[in-house]
């Protein structure tokens, strides 16, 4: 299983950016779908999540302003982000669990890089 991440880059705060994620390879069914940031020296934090159902998830530091969605058939999740703030600025990652013929496992991205500045 590979997740291909993009859509990062440099924008204003007040600005908008939109994630994608596309997963590819034998996979069975995608369990969650969701994005987590990092940034430098501290710890990797949980942005938002989806489930198969469609069920969505979000931190208190981007409800409101975020909406990740998912396409099943393409397995793909995005993340809408508007409104942006300089403490967004942060590698993304992407991350799904999946169940594959091996069994359930999970899976990160390599990461996007979004920073927020003027």
């Known amino acids: 299983v590979q997740l291909q991440a993009f859509g990062g880059g440099l924008v204003q705060p007040g600005g908008s950016l939109r994630l994608s994620c596309a997963a590819s390879?034998?996979?069975?069914?995608?369990?969650?779908s969701g994005w987590f940031r990092q940034v430098p020296g501290k710890q990797r934090e949980w942005v938002a999540s989806?489930?198969?159902?469609?069920?969505?998830s979000y931190a208190e530091s981007v409800k409101g302003r975020s909406t990740i969605s998912r396409d099943n058939a393409k397995s793909t999740v995005d993340l809408q982000m508007n409104s942006l703030k300089s403490e967004d600025t942060a590698v993304y990652y992407c991350?799904?669990?999946?169940?594959?013929?091996?069994?359930?496992?999970?899976?990160w991205g390599q990461g996007t890089l979004v920073t927020v500045s003027s």
């Open positions: 991350n799904v669990v999946v169940d594959t013929i091996r069994g359930r496992s999970a899976y």
């Open positions: 390879g034998n996979i069975f069914r995608i369990v969650t």
């Open positions: 989806i489930n198969s159902g469609g069920t969505t």
